[in-house]
């Protein structure tokens, strides 16, 4: 039950911040709406990475929307779980160093981005063993 509740739990996030981009959440300007839209978003993507601008930066900021969500989806079905959880990983830990970098510490740890990234790798160690509970993994062994 570990496993599917790091699934869940990760793919809630990573859908939660899908939604907000999206607007799905509510407009900018509401307190529990992060962006509220893809400009937002877009605006705080180049607060974390300010080196990058133009279409190069509408790119990076849709291609993280599109990593989240198939991370989100892959978690949610269970496929590839050790491989999703190191994705989901790999991809919160440059989340929490761009934001370090750019934003400073207090504000990574105030979004609990380094709690998300190791959970996404404890997924991703845990279900390395065998067949993963309430998977497509363990439905295609």
Do not use: C
């Not at 992060?34 to 190069?56: A, C, I, K, N």
């Not at 740890?109 to 998977?135: D, I, K, N, Q, W």
């Amino acid at each position: 039950m570990l496993i599917l509740g790091l699934r869940l739990a990760l793919a809630a996030s990573f859908l939660s911040a899908v939604a907000d981009r999206l607007g799905w959440l509510g407009p900018n300007g509401k307190s529990w709406v992060s962006w509220g839209d893809m400009q937002h978003f877009r605006e705080y993507t180049h607060q974390l990475v300010p080196f990058v601008d133009g279409e190069l930066l509408t790119i990076l900021a849709w291609a993280a929307t599109a990593a989240e969500l198939t991370i989100a989806v892959a978690l949610l079905v269970g496929i590839f779980v050790p491989w999703t959880g190191l994705a989901a990983g790999a991809l919160l830990a440059t989340f929490a160093i761009a934001m370090t970098v750019s934003l400073g510490p207090s504000v990574m740890l105030a979004y609990s981005v380094t709690s998300a990234m190791m959970a996404a790798f404890a997924l991703a160690h845990l279900s390395r063993g065998g067949p993963v509970p309430f998977s497509l993994d363990s439905l295609l062994r």
